[in-house]
């Protein structure tokens, strides 16, 4: 939106929003689910991403290029990583589901002075079902980003 990476916004909002719901509205916001293994999974999943990612464009911006493999890394990883921490992040999701339910955080109840309610158990679940057409959008749109920075790369 504000012209700060390339991307667009249908592929940058979905990575930003989804990692700060999971970092915030799942893992520090209860506690109960930070034990368990997908948490691993997740942060491997995150980190390998981010470390390839930076270390592509660092290098790409310090040198004016990065060597072919990095590109190949940068561009061929997500095949793995993407349905890891999608199946991760479902999953944690999922499971905090009764914990919100139990402790009600986050929720507003009527009446009040907005004459509103809001109830994150459902919202919660209304987030895992983003994820059915969210995911694939993602890996395609990166489908397309690897053919088209391999292919140029080819006849670079």
């Known amino acids: 939106i504000l012209g700060l990476v390339r991307s667009p916004v249908t592929a940058t909002l979905p990575q930003i929003g989804s990692r700060l719901f999971l970092t915030w509205g799942i893992l520090w916001s209860f506690p109960e689910t930070q034990s368990h293994i ?5 942060v491997i999943s995150w980190s390998i991403t981010e470390i390839i990612r930076y270390s592509f464009f660092g290098l790409k911006e310090t040198l004016g290029f990065a060597p072919s493999w990095l590109l190949w890394l940068r561009y061929s990883t997500f095949m793995i990583l993407y349905p890891t ?8 999701i999922y499971i905090a589901l009764p914990y919100i339910k139990v402790s009600e955080k986050y929720f507003v109840k009527m009446p009040n002075k907005w004459n509103f309610s809001f109830d994150y158990f459902y919202t919660c679940a209304i987030a895992i079902g983003v994820y059915v057409p969210g995911g694939p959008h993602m890996f395609t749109y990166m489908l397309a980003q690897r053919k088209k920075a391999l292919s140029k790369a080819k006849t670079a």
């Open 38 to 42: 997908l948490v691993t999974s997740l």
């Open 85 to 92: 921490g999608i199946l991760s992040e479902v999953g944690l």
